[in-house]
């Protein structure tokens, strides 16, 4: 499997969440059991994608909160799309 870059993935768990949260609000403006359970399905979607694939690009371990511009195990940038910056 391809390794993806982590910056998307976080992006992608972001909006998915932000999916969740507006079904959560409207189960509960119109008191709907089936968007509620839609809600909680969406945020674990959410969840399971950010364990499975924000991981580094590089060694493979997940990255938990980390989102730095170097994995905090290898060492290695996150991003192998951008080219290094001159600091």
């Not at 359970?37 to 493979?60: D, E, Q, S, T, W």
């Not at 996150?78 to 080219?83: A, K, L, S, T």
């Amino acid at each position: 499997m391809k390794n993806l870059v982590p910056k998307k993935v976080r992006a992608v768990v972001f909006a998915i969440f932000a999916l969740g949260i507006l079904a959560g609000g409207a189960s509960y403006c119109w008191q709907s059991t089936p968007l509620a359970v839609l809600a909680m399905i969406i945020f674990m979607v959410a969840l399971g994608i950010h364990l499975i694939f924000y991981r580094c690009p590089h060694c493979g371990k997940f990255l938990d909160r980390s989102t730095g511009d170097y994995c905090p195990y290898c060492g290695q940038q996150m991003d192998p799309e951008e080219p290094p910056q001159d600091k």
